[in-house]
């Protein structure tokens, strides 16, 4: 079945009105927080959320103890991350000009989400001044309203389209859940496969010997070079950051590479990588894999990764020191042990961390399913040129 004939067939061949955003919602901007009724978390006292604008958590600012919305609806971050829209079912207090979207007519407020979704990120917000949505830009948005003529068809076809992708949604939930918990599993047998008492010679039947980071492997500075200096080709040029930033047609280090980040905001971070790289604005760690493997001394500084960044130094940009690496102390069992705990902990990051393989790129696909079916089930006709979403 084509898509045209998909959407024309739930449609059974009624019409589409679009109708001004103002005219289906009653639009609403937060104001200033609680003066005196707020708490950085919930009590029995403080149950209600106070939201601002962001994504998903990062929009609740603490708590109160009464509502300013009491019915559901959704909100339209307004400012930072301009255009997320969320479906808020319980009662809460909107800040900083938070904008609120209350039904004035009979729709299905999953169906409007859902919609307003699809047009997120298409706001047009003006360059001048402080960069915001306000509800003058929003209330001509145009939004669809199916079989306008029959009110119950209508809520029919609504919950329809809602029932449809609430099951992509409720997969990607389930498998986002799973990869939470395959994640904390990680953690839990990450730390107890690395976790020596530093001094001891044995533990739980383990020989280890600990010796420091200098003594066992050699620590390597990047070469400086700007991205002009490059000759085109793919090798990763990596510096200070989980990315490369961008490619080289030579390569300065081979094969299995340790890399920490230098400076800047991701000052301490450990990576790995098993290709040629261009390494820079970083150093580079090379053990004597006749005494530690390189994997293993990875997953030590991984386990390590919070330690590490309070290495930070510096009141203007952070940064880190090779020499404080040199005399870090790591545990050293016998080159069997290290090869058991690497292929362990292999095998959950995959799981937990792969974006072509195991639940992230599961979760990956899910999504784009959503995305794809969402389009589809919310690309309605349109009879008339349509007002822009611009102020």
Not at 109 to 114: E, F, G
Not at 139 to 167: H, M, Y
Request: some cysteine; proline content about 7%.
């Amino acid at each position: 079945m084509s898509e045209s004939t998909f959407l024309e067939t739930l449609l059974d061949g009624t019409e589409v009105e679009w109708k001004p955003l103002g005219e289906v919602f009653h639009i609403a901007a937060g104001g200033d927080k609680p003066k005196e009724a707020i708490s950085d978390v919930e009590t029995e006292v403080f149950r209600i959320p106070i939201l601002s604008n962001g994504i998903e958590d990062k929009s609740l600012y603490g708590w109160t103890n009464r509502a300013k919305i009491n019915q559901p609806s959704l909100t339209v971050s307004a400012r930072g991350t301009i255009g997320w829209t969320s479906y808020r079912d319980r009662p809460f207090f909107p800040i900083i000009r938070l904008l609120v979207l209350t039904p004035k007519l009979g729709i299905n407020l999953k169906y409007a989400y859902y919609f307003m979704k699809t047009i997120e990120r298409g706001y047009k917000i003006p360059e001048a001044g402080i960069p915001q949505l306000t509800k003058p830009m929003i209330k001509g948005v145009q939004f669809p309203i199916p079989c306008p003529e029959n009110p119950e068809k209508s809520l029919a076809t609504q919950a329809e389209i809602v029932r449809i992708l609430d099951t992509f949604t409720e997969l990607t939930a389930e498998l986002t859940a799973e990869l939470t918990a395959r994640k904390k599993q990680y953690d839990y047998y990450r730390d107890q496969l690395l976790e020596f008492e530093e001094g001891d010679a044995c533990l739980s039947g383990r020989q280890v010997e600990w010796k420091t980071l200098g003594e066992v492997a050699e620590l390597r500075r990047g070469t400086a070079i700007t991205k002009k200096q490059t000759t085109p080709g793919d090798i990763p040029v990596v510096a200070n950051g989980p990315l490369p930033t961008y490619s080289h047609g030579v390569s300065n280090r081979q094969g299995e590479t340790i890399v920490i980040a230098r400076s800047g905001a991701y000052a301490g971070y450990v990576s790995f990588w098993n290709e040629p790289i261009f390494l820079t604005d970083a150093f580079s760690i090379h053990p004597d894999d006749q005494i530690i493997q390189s994997k293993f001394v990875y997953h030590l500084l991984q386990n390590k990764q919070d330690h590490i960044y309070a290495m930070k130094r510096g009141a203007g940009v952070p940064h880190v020191r090779v020499k404080e690496f040199e005399s870090y102390d790591v545990p050293i069992p016998s080159l069997a042990e290290q090869a058991r705990i690497v292929a362990i902990l292999d095998k959950f990051d995959t799981l937990t961390h792969s974006i072509s393989e195991g639940l992230p790129r599961e979760i990956d696909l899910r999504q784009k399913q959503y995305e794809y079916y969402r389009d589809l089930l919310l690309n309605f006709p349109k009879s008339e040129p349509q007002t822009e979403i611009v102020a």
